[in-house]
């Protein structure tokens, strides 16, 4: 590494919601640890080997040049140990930002489409006011 980041993180806040419900849910794990340590790493490779790119809602349009993904971090056994991070790149402006973290205790696969747009378009309509 050569102690520059490539990629820079803009937290929302619904991620930041999403991370406080987790820590809770999961307080007999160091979530907090696993999570700094994976958002890190994101910086670095924001397209590690668990993640994938993940289909948007069918009325969703992100702003040209961002992609949405998927990572699962495995934290114990099986299907309910795992972690899931949404998060959008976008590589020209060498940005990650978090949308969204759950265990499959509070969504089996992913929260609904309809709370999915509801979270970019936050994110974005929040970033046209800067």
Same mark, same amino acid.
């Given at each position: 590494?050569?102690?520059?980041? %490539?990629?820079?993180?803009?937290?929302?806040?619904n991620?930041?919601?999403?991370? *406080?419900?987790?820590?809770?849910?999961?307080?007999?794990? /160091?979530?907090?640890? +696993? #999570?700094?340590?994976?958002l890190?790493?994101?910086?670095?490779? %924001?397209? %590690?080997?668990?993640?994938?790119?993940?289909?948007?809602?069918?009325?969703?349009?992100?702003?040209?040049? =961002?992609?949405?993904?998927k990572?699962? @971090?495995?934290?114990? *056994?099986?299907?309910?140990?795992?972690?899931? @991070?949404?998060? @959008?790149?976008?590589?020209?402006?060498? #940005? +990650? *930002?978090? @949308? =969204?973290?759950?265990?499959?205790?509070?969504? &089996? *696969?992913r %929260?609904?489409? &309809?709370?999915? /747009?509801? #979270?970019?378009?936050?994110?974005?309509?929040?970033?046209? /006011?800067?």
């Amino acid at each position: 590494m050569t102690g520059s980041t %490539p990629f820079s993180l803009e937290k929302s806040a619904n991620f930041e919601r999403s991370f *406080k419900k987790l820590v809770k849910a999961l307080k007999h794990l /160091d979530i907090v640890g +696993i #999570v700094v340590s994976c958002l890190k790493d994101l910086m670095v490779n %924001p397209y %590690p080997p668990k993640s994938r790119d993940e289909p948007l809602p069918k009325r969703t349009n992100l702003p040209q040049g =961002w992609t949405f993904h998927k990572l699962e @971090l495995p934290v114990a *056994k099986g299907a309910s140990g795992q972690i899931r @991070l949404m998060y @959008l790149v976008n590589e020209d402006m060498r #940005v +990650i *930002k978090p @949308l =969204w973290i759950y265990n499959h205790e509070q969504f &089996k *696969k992913r %929260p609904s489409d &309809k709370d999915i /747009d509801d #979270v970019i378009q936050e994110i974005f309509d929040d970033s046209s /006011d800067d």
